[in-house]
């Protein structure tokens, strides 16, 4: 099994991933761009596909992130965030 920083993050919560620094973009766009070059064949992997998806999950959530990294992000809207959600902002993971 692989592991890089973006697998070892996934058992953090959102918000210590959010504190520390901006999502990769770039090594995730890398990933993305690599998982396309594949041959056809392992294309048809049910492990291919769960690396897609896994990667386009991730770059749909993005835009998320990144507001919620934002410097203008306040403790009253993560407050808010919580209340909307019905969760604990530690109990959120990069999952």
Same mark, same amino acid.
């Given at each position: 099994? +692989?592991?890089?920083?973006? $697998?070892?993050?996934? =058992? %953090? *919560?959102? !918000?210590?991933?959010?504190?520390? /620094?901006?999502?990769?973009?770039?090594? +995730?766009?890398?990933?993305? $761009?690599?998982?396309? =070059? %594949? *041959?056809? !064949?392992?294309?048809?992997?049910? /492990?291919?596909?769960?690396?897609?998806?896994?990667?386009?999950?991730?770059?749909?959530?993005?835009? %998320?992130?990144? !507001?919620?990294?934002?410097?203008?992000?306040?403790?009253?809207?993560?407050?808010?965030?919580?209340?909307?959600?019905?969760?604990?902002?530690?109990?959120?993971?990069?999952?």
């Amino acid at each position: 099994m +692989v592991t890089t920083p973006w $697998a070892r993050n996934a =058992k %953090l *919560p959102v !918000a210590d991933i959010v504190a520390t /620094a901006p999502p990769p973009l770039p090594q +995730v766009n890398q990933y993305q $761009a690599q998982c396309k =070059k %594949l *041959p056809k !064949a392992l294309r048809e992997w049910q /492990a291919y596909n769960d690396c897609r998806r896994t990667i386009d999950d991730f770059l749909e959530m993005l835009p %998320l992130f990144q !507001a919620l990294a934002h410097k203008s992000m306040r403790e009253r809207h993560w407050l808010e965030v919580m209340r909307i959600t019905g969760m604990r902002s530690d109990a959120w993971l990069l999952r």
